[in-house]
């Protein structure tokens, strides 16, 4: 059955899941007492550069330049809630920033 041959691949470690983490830094984070550091995690790059989520520019009336009104989602910092998916042992993926609404 896949059953037995998804255990053996796992080697009696329980499956992998996705858990909550917190940012102690802006390329490091926690999960409970877990401390992960850079050479840990694998960022997907939109969390790790701010992002522009709405383009908005005002021109001046008789011309010139325009002012930027665009709205922009920042990289990860400390305190950020992340979801954190383990890959191996020594290796973790960070899946997203995650909000309460």
């Known amino acids: 059955m896949w059953e037995n041959d998804f255990a053996d691949l796992l080697g009696g470690r329980e499956s992998p899941s996705i858990k909550?983490?917190?940012?102690?830094?802006?390329d490091s984070c926690?999960?409970?007492?877990l401390e992960?550091?850079?050479?840990?995690?694998?960022?997907?790059?939109?969390?790790?550069?701010?992002?522009?989520?709405?383009v908005s520019e005002t021109a001046p009336s008789g011309g010139g330049k325009c002012t930027d009104?665009?709205?922009?989602?920042?990289?990860?910092?400390?305190?950020?809630?992340?979801a954190v998916y383990q890959l191996s042992d020594s290796k973790f993926l960070v899946l997203g920033r995650m909000i309460s609404l």
């Open 30 to 33: 926690r999960i409970g007492n």
């Open 20 to 26: 909550l983490a917190v940012m102690t830094a802006a």
């Open 69 to 82: 009104k665009s709205s922009y989602s920042s990289a990860l910092k400390a305190g950020d809630i992340v």
């Open 36 to 54: 992960l550091k850079k050479e840990d995690l694998l960022f997907n790059d939109r969390l790790v550069t701010q992002v522009c989520t709405k």
